[in-house]
């Protein structure tokens, strides 16, 4: 059980597109979505929490415009990249809590993104 | 200073030894504690949980908890070359829904 799972795991876009990253709880309601970037051979970096049907709370420094978060349902969130640039690429990780997994945060396998 | 220091590594033991990983913390506010497992370009693996001070255990894996030292650590008996990873500690003031403040991890490597 608590298995969470990204879409895609893997893209490739050019400077100035935009791209989205589906993160999904496929066993439990996640009633809280975390967004994380992971640079090489470094630890995580929270970048922002959604709560279902809320506004995302963005840690500082990272900016809410560039990186549009949406949690519609207990199920879903995304992570809309912006008008990305080479700098934005990196590891993107979402993470779930719920209910029914109680205090435990479980990760999704991550998102590669490579902005070319 | 970080609030949470761990040991960067690289960690290398010979197959079959015991695998010893600790971290530190600064916010007395912390009471639930992770250990999560990283294989490279893939998402932490949850390992163990554990809440307030006190030893548990999973298996071939123990998590401790000190909370008066403000320290926490993780045994793995038995190592095996699966285990190669990067561990990463991670705590929080509260309950589900609470950000994680994490480690900055440690690569181990184990040598068959």
């Known amino acids: 059980g608590a298995v969470v799972s990204q879409h895609p795991s893997w893209v490739i876009c050019k400077s100035g597109t935009s791209v989205k990253i589906e993160c999904r709880s496929l066993d439990f309601q996640a009633t809280t979505m975390f967004w994380y970037r992971q640079f090489p051979k470094q630890s995580l970096m929270l970048m922002a929490t959604s709560n279902e049907g809320s506004k995302a709370t963005y840690e500082q420094g990272v900016e809410k415009d560039k990186f549009l978060i949406n949690h519609a349902s207990l199920t879903l969130s995304t992570l809309t990249v912006t008008s990305a640039h080479p700098e934005d690429s990196s590891f993107y990780i979402c993470?779930?809590?719920?209910?029914?997994?109680?205090?435990?945060?479980?990760f999704g396998p991550g998102t590669r993104l490579t902005v070319t | 200073q970080k609030e949470v220091e761990q040991d960067p590594g690289p960690l290398s033991v010979p197959e079959g030894a015991i695998v010893s990983l600790n971290c530190t913390y600064s916010?007395?506010?912390?009471?639930?504690f992770m250990w999560y497992r990283q294989y490279s370009r893939k998402g932490p693996e949850l390992l163990m949980y554990?809440?307030?001070?006190g030893n548990k255990e999973d298996g071939r894996f123990t998590a401790q908890v000190d909370k008066s030292s403000k320290y926490i650590s993780l045994f793995i008996r038995d190592s095996q070359p699966s285990d190669s990873a990067t561990y990463l500690c991670a705590m929080s003031a509260g309950a589900a829904g609470n950000k994680l403040t994490f480690g900055g991890g440690t690569r181990v490597l184990v040598k068959p």
């Open positions: 916010n007395s506010a912390f009471q639930y």
């Open positions: 554990t809440y307030s001070s």
């Open positions: 993470s779930a809590s719920g209910r029914a997994v109680s205090h435990e945060q479980y």
